[in-house]
């Protein structure tokens, strides 16, 4: 996997810890990696972050 990073900054997520849940537990959206990482739930700003990931991994 690409190099890690903090995708959320608010909760401190790492894009490592989001790929893991998306591909564990076939996550479809930004709303469903919210709930199982926290990742997006605060300020919103690195949702779109989020969907690239999404995309990336669901296609
Ligand atoms: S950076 Fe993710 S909710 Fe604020």
Redesign the pocket.
Known sequence: MDNDEI?????E?YKSTIVKAIKEKGLKTVDEVGEETE?????????DDIQDILDDING
């Not at 995708?7 to 909760?11: A, G, K, L, P, T």
């Open positions: 995708i959320c900054d608010c909760n997520v990742a997006g739930t605060v300020c919103g700003q690195c949702q």
